[in-house]
């Protein structure tokens, strides 16, 4: 079952400069993550993953933060079960290394949550921050997206909490304000 999580949306310049990239990929015949059909597809950044998540509540305080300044600099070429993942890797400043260090904390202090281990590459200490531009890709794939995609940083902004549930394809977007309960 594919793990629920608390996302970082961007601004919407950052979003179109993103989106502009994976345009780039699908127009070459590329995997891009601008095939994905779903309306909840948008650019991110995952700041937790977990089997089970409380409800969005759980992470409204965090969203006092924003919005967090995000720079995305150099591609990373990251392996999984089915391919390659190809994403922008995000500089992690202190505003997001403190999102992600509340949101964490607030997912694991949530009343009534099952506990379980945040995914490896989401956990403190372990995260990767990045904005995946395509997935199932094979090494001659990620060469021709390396000779093809723009390599200068990428400034913006992160603006909103999103709350997804892949497995009731529930999207949330959780603005700040007191939690509750």
């Known amino acids: 079952m594919p793990a629920s999580s608390v996302d970082l949306g961007l601004d919407d ?3 179109d400069r993103v ?5 780039l990929l699908a127009d070459a015949g590329l995997p891009s993550l601008a095939e994905h059909p779903l309306h909840t597809n948008a650019p991110h950044v995952t700041l937790a993953q977990r089997r089970h998540l409380p409800p969005p509540d759980a992470v409204r305080r965090a969203a006092a933060r924003l919005p967090v300044p995000l720079t ?3 591609l990373l070429v990251l392996p999984t079960r089915r391919g390659l ?6 500089t992690p400043g202190e505003a997001l290394l403190g999102l992600h260090a509340e949101v964490g904390a607030l997912l694991d202090a949530a ?10 590459h989401t956990a403190p200490g372990a995260w990767t921050p990045h904005v995946t531009l395509a997935a199932g890709l094979d090494a001659d794939q990620v060469a021709a997206a390396l000779d093809l995609l723009p ?4 400034t913006g902004h992160g603006v909103v909490l999103r709350h997804w549930v892949p497995r009731t394809r529930e999207l949330s977007v959780v603005r700040s304000g007191p939690a509750a309960g």
């Open 19 to 23: 989106r502009a990239q994976w345009r």
């Open 85 to 90: 993942v190809l994403a922008r890797a995000v």
């Open 72 to 74: 995305l600099t150099g």
């Open 111 to 120: 009343a009534g949550h099952p506990p379980w281990p945040p995914a490896a």
């Open 13 to 15: 310049a950052l979003d």
């Open 151 to 154: 390599l200068g940083a990428l």
